[in-house]
């Protein structure tokens, strides 16, 4: 499948980890998304044609598919324009960085015959898998409640992340991989409640460094999600993601990368299969309803996280 990158300010790494792997072919050309972008390198690291426009290159490369990732707030506008010429679009999240820009996006996408897939690579790890795997098998019994964390280094950030217009705050983009897991394992969400802070983001401008959400699920399943960067610098890794999930018999959790399970036996380690490369995952899936299943629930993680930022401004739960 002919493909282009538009953009580098996102997860443009699973597109590289699949070409690495052998598992596609090279991208045709990549041009960046967003002013101030520089995908030079980025076309050299892949040996693919360079374009200053990404219209342009649209125009002249004519591509199945586009791999959208450039500063968040561009997003939806550049995968509308692809999904109206017929282009398949993997996009970074959150999908839009405003209400009103997803639900154009969402008609958009009813409007064309191609798929849109989203960069939400956490529910493709071998880790989260065990944990949906023990679910489906009844390891404890009916899901309660449902924990997410995101714990991250502040390190280095560019420019745009110091304006929220640009960057679309922090719970769109970070707190969305928890909220996925959520609503993924526990159902549809009835309301949501946020709350976030720019408070010690070490010069950062607008940048939320914590921030926390808490939704009520169907049949009265609980969510919460927790989102910071303030891991200190010397900490072992970037990046340190948990899940919890207590059910009715018992609990599941994930840490370091590891599951435990722990119901009417003791606390045990579980096996892990093995992890999926999302973009590969995308690209098998369409044409299928898997690939429908994937816009549906990437829109819904969208609109949950900007009403999650609404409420954290307004101080208000809102029912959704």
Known sequence: MKY???GSSGHHHQVEEAVKAGACNAPAAVAPGSAGEDVKAL???????Y??????????EKPELAVVNP???????????????????????PLATEPEELYMLKEAYENSDADLGCMLNLNCCAWYRAIENSIVNGDI?????IHGQKSYRMGVRGAHYQKRSLYGGTI??????AVDWVLRLGGKCQWVCGTHTSACNRGNGEMETSAAVLLQLENGVIGTVDTDFLRPTGSARHDDDRL???????????????VYLENEESRRELPLPEGINPFIRFINAIGTEDAKKQFSEAYEDSRICL?????????????V
Request: aromatic content about 8%; some cysteine; charged content about 35%.
């Open 71 to 93: 500063w968040y707030s561009d997003n939806a506008k550049i995968s509308m324009e692809c999904l109206r010429r017929g282009i398949h679009v993997y996009s970074e999240k």
């Open 51 to 60: 374009y200053d426009s990404w219209t342009e290159m649209l125009d002249k």
């Open 141 to 145: 019994g009916e899901v309660r409640m």
């Open 244 to 258: 919890r999930v207590t059910g009715t018999r018992g609990m599941l959790e994930a840490i370091d990368g590891r």
């Open 307 to 319: 009403l999650a930022r609404e409420s954290a401004d307004r101080g208000e739960v809102i029912k």
């Open 43 to 49: 076309s050299v690291k892949l040996e693919a044609e």
């Open 172 to 177: 769109p983009w970070i707190s969305i991989h």
């Open 4 to 6: 282009v990158i538009i």
